[in-house]
């Protein structure tokens, strides 16, 4: 529930014609009220004005907010695995591709495929489809595997992969792509597996020789990995 600091009420409490007013009722703590709902008079301040008057006055909506947004917030050791397979898999890239930077890119970013966290699957996916050896059916069909994950962006993140790290005319890719197109239970994981499948099928290839025709913007999309 919405909450308003310890200070609000206090401030709405003691206003004119406070039995008009929204009274706030402490839940929790100092960081926290929450409001009942009144009817208000013409005269009295409105709980917008009584949260844009403490919001100016705090400088920031992180008072009211904070709680909220850490909530949502990745867990720091998601983050922190999350920036290291994104460093590490830009050396990689620079690298030979049987160098011990490569190979280690990739046995962690394997491992990184079990992990608990969305945030960290999509980091060992997307570090994978940078430094797998392009053209190497076990590099995607490792990351195939998670095309069932709970998690829809992960999901969508393995249907671009598999495009971008399958060789072109790879039948077996393209079937798996075609089923994975059918199974999909959400249109995004749907369509990045259609772009996919595209891609493999070389026409996304064939589209860039021709110059482009403004159609292919969403294969383009389903191979970026950034």
């Known amino acids: 529930m919405w909450r308003l600091p310890r200070a609000v009420a206090r401030?709405?409490?003691?206003?004119?014609?406070?039995?008009?007013?929204?009274?706030?009722?402490?839940?929790?703590?100092?960081q926290s009220v929450c409001f009942r709902r009144s009817w208000f008079s013409s005269s009295s301040p409105s709980a917008l004005d009584t949260v844009?008057?403490?919001?100016?006055?705090?400088?920031?909506?992180?008072?009211?907010?904070?709680?909220?947004?850490?909530?949502?917030?990745?867990?720091?050791?998601?983050?922190?695995?999350r920036d290291r397979l994104r460093r590490l898999g830009g050396e990689a890239e620079k690298e030979a591709p049987d160098s011990p930077k490569r190979l280690e890119a990739i046995a962690e970013a394997t491992a990184a495929l079990q992990g608990t966290h969305p945030l960290v699957r999509l980091?060992?996916?997307?570090?994978?489809?940078?430094?797998?050896?392009?053209?190497?059916?076990?590099?995607?069909?490792?990351?195939?595997?998670?095309?069932?994950?709970?998690?829809?962006?992960?999901?969508?993140?393995?249907?671009?992969?598999?495009?971008?790290?399958?060789?072109?005319?790879?039948?077996?890719?393209?079937?798996?792509?075609?089923?994975?197109?059918?199974?999909?239970k959400f249109e995004s994981v749907r369509l990045a597996a259609k772009d996919a499948e595209a891609r493999v099928r070389g026409v996304f290839a064939a589209a860039q020789l021709a110059g482009g025709d403004g159609q292919t913007s969403a294969i383009a999309a389903s191979s970026s990995f950034g």
Do not use: C, Y
């Open 11 to 30: 401030s709405s409490a003691a206003s004119p014609n406070n039995s008009k007013v929204a009274r706030p009722i402490m839940v929790g703590s100092s």
């Open 52 to 81: 844009s008057g403490f919001v100016a006055s705090q400088g920031t909506t992180s008072a009211l907010f904070g709680d909220a947004a850490a909530a949502f917030r990745p867990p720091p050791d998601a983050e922190n695995l």
């Open 123 to 184: 980091a060992g996916i997307h570090t994978l489809a940078r430094v797998s050896p392009q053209g190497d059916p076990a590099a995607w069909r490792k990351v195939s595997a998670l095309i069932k994950d709970e998690d829809e962006l992960v999901q969508v993140a393995v249907a671009r992969a598999v495009g971008r790290m399958a060789a072109i005319g790879d039948d077996e890719a393209i079937s798996w792509l075609q089923d994975a197109q059918a199974i999909a």
